[in-house]
């Protein structure tokens, strides 16, 4: 007997209305959003991020800063990690199994059986939900890239975000840092603020531009907010003064220029002093150098520290590698998979230096991975000591039977993160 949801069957159809997964134009969704009545003209303000790393992260932050103020939020992000209705958040709560089957139901009708994408048409129906659900704010997270994206579709958000930018996605958004810029600063609107993470120059290039043509006022890392650690807390500084707060609860330092972000917005909103420290104190964020504290994953290696991260590209890699690097020394054994359209070289050459072992996987039940014996032969040819297994569970044992209490780190896709947290439920 299925264990799928009545949201799981519709779901499953959504995906066959358009042959490629990912397609980028606006068009279906400007068509379908007419045929539900334009929710997106009806949402609580908006706050819409994009970015390569860091997006769901500081998200994260900036809705327990908003929530610790009494605020009511909408949350969308992407992808899911174990169950789609991780991605819509309704006033504080994920949308019921009821709710969302309505919503996708009501979206699969009004599409009367014309091509669009699955992120496309599940984006309709997220804002048709949040459209009808009194709120304060609403969050909402670019899947790909930022100017064709389906989120783009308001046209006066209270405030934009630019986390940092850096290559990845390159078949979808251009092979240069130029390029990809030029795509995710495509939210950035005609004279709405935009706060800007640490970003390298040609990209700042880009979205100065931008905000030039659009009349766009930045706010932006470096010019107009600072922050970094000092004296083991967190300093943050801008022209309304300085907050010195508790370190991330999300661990890594690039955390610190997230959490930054996400104050630049806090203080732009007006949010109040109770929201700056719960930002930093009550974001949770799965996936992100998650500590696995019990579950039968953690049954398999019970003396073993056992960590998950869902970060997948170069940055990713070079933030995990500074990340490793401040942790108390001790052997870090890896477990890695990851899907056939990243750099797995360019992920995995930071993390050569802070690695004991390289164990690679297949990531189970997903059409696009990179077959383990292709991960493990990046990895060699990254500088590691690999090595390949059936499973998670034959990796766990193999490493432990040579190192009871490694450190472990499983990581290199939010689908593998996906895998280990549902296994490890």
């Known amino acids: 007997m299925s264990d799928n949801t009545p949201s799981d069957v519709i779901l499953d159809r959504m995906m066959a209305l358009h042959p490629k997964v990912i397609d980028l134009v606006l068009d279906r969704v400007w068509r379908l959003l007419e045929a539900l ?83 496309e048409i599940t984006t309709c129906a997220a804002l048709l939900a949040m459209a009808r659900t009194p709120a304060d704010y609403t969050l909402l997270e670019t899947g790909l890239g930022g100017r064709l994206d389906a989120t783009n579709v308001v046209e006066k958000p209270a405030l934009t975000i630019l986390t940092p930018i850096s290559m990845d996605h390159e078949q979808f958004l251009g092979d240069t840092l130029a390029k990809i810029a030029g795509e995710k600063a495509g939210i950035i609107k005609r004279g709405v603020p935009c706060v800007v993470g640490p970003q390298p120059e040609e990209v700042m290039a880009v979205i100065e531009a931008r905000a030039v043509a659009l009349g766009a006022p930045l706010l932006a890392y470096g010019q107009n907010w600072h922050v970094g650690e000092e004296h083991g807390r967190m300093v943050y500084q801008d022209e309304t003064g300085l907050l010195d707060l508790p370190l991330p609860n999300l661990p890594g330092a690039h955390q610190i220029q997230n959490a930054g972000a996400a104050l630049a917005a806090l203080r732009h909103l007006n949010a109040g002093d109770a929201a700056f420290e719960a930002a930093v104190t009550e974001a949770y964020w799965p996936a992100r150098m998650q500590r696995l504290k019990e579950g ?130």
């Open 37 to 119: 009545g334009h929710p997106e003209q009806k949402l609580p303000p908006v706050v819409h991020l994009a970015g390569t790393n860091g997006k769901g992260s500081t998200q994260a932050m900036i809705r327990a800063g908003l929530e610790a103020a009494g605020h009511r939020v909408h949350a969308y992000t992407s992808p899911h990690l174990a169950r789609f209705h991780e991605r819509i958040r309704l006033a504080g709560e994920l949308i019921t199994e009821e709710h969302l089957t309505a919503v996708l139901d009501e979206c699969y009708a009004a599409n009367g059986g014309e091509t669009i994408t699955y992120f």
């Open 296 to 425: 039968p994953l953690v049954e398999i290696a019970p003396k073993a520290e056992l960590w998950l991260d869902g970060g997948h590209n170069p940055a990713a890699g070079e933030a995990l590698a500074a990340h490793l690097a401040r942790l108390p020394r001790r052997p870090t054994h890896l477990i890695c998979g990851m899907l056939n359209t990243k750099d797995a070289g360019g992920f995995l050459r930071p993390l050569a230096d802070h690695a004991t072992s390289l164990t690679a996987v297949s990531i189970p039940g997903e059409a696009n991975t990179l077959p383990a014996t292709e991960t493990a032969r990046m990895a060699q040819k990254s500088g590691h000591r690999e090595s390949e297994a059936e499973s998670l569970a034959d990796a766990l044992r193999s490493i432990t039977a040579e190192a009871p209490e490694a450190r472990i780190l499983i990581c290199g896709s939010l689908y593998l993160a996906g895998h280990v947290l549902r296994r490890n439920a």
